[in-house]
């Protein structure tokens, strides 16, 4: 997916590509876990639509639910789903990142290898 250290740094133009391509991957991973965060909230808890994405939105942000939890069934689909969310979470930030730090270490890479020549 990513250039050998011994390849010359990519254009830019490259590089937003590469970006928007983990944008993408990542929108790809948040929509569907909204997805079943809202399922979740409206069937298991009753809540209306709206309030389901509010509170599955919340979560999955990581800043916790809005509406108070009624049922256990709900209590138990939160707690699974904050869990996932959790992870889910750090597994956006890595895609994202990735590309970005991947660039900075190749380009630390040739600076260095451009000093041990000259």
Same mark, same amino acid.
């Given at each position: 997916?990513?250039?050998?250290? &011994? ?5 830019? %133009?490259? $590089? *937003? ?9 990542? $929108?790809? =991973? #948040? ?9 979740? *909230?409206? $069937?298991? !808890?009753?809540? +209306?639509? /709206?309030?389901? $994405? ?5 979560? /999955? ?6 509406? +108070?939890? !009624? &049922? ?10 904050? =869990?996932?969310?959790? #992870?889910?979470?750090? &597994?956006?930030?890595?895609?994202? #990142?990735? +590309? ?6 190749? %380009?630390?890479? =040739? !600076?260095? !290898? ?5």
């Amino acid at each position: 997916m990513f250039e050998h250290r &011994t390849s010359p740094l990519l254009p830019r %133009k490259v $590089f *937003y590509r590469r970006m928007g391509k983990s944008l993408l991957i990542s $929108f790809g =991973l #948040l929509v569907p876990a909204l997805g079943i965060g809202m399922i979740g *909230y409206h $069937f298991i !808890e009753h809540l +209306p639509w /709206l309030d389901a $994405f509010v509170n599955a939105a919340m979560i /999955l942000s990581g800043m916790g639910p809005l509406a +108070p939890l !009624e &049922t256990p069934a709900g209590k138990f689909f939160a707690g699974c789903y904050a =869990l996932f969310s959790g #992870l889910l979470f750090i &597994t956006v930030a890595g895609i994202i #990142l990735a +590309p970005i730090g991947h660039r900075l270490l190749h %380009k630390f890479h =040739l !600076e260095a !290898e451009e000093k041990k020549k000259s």
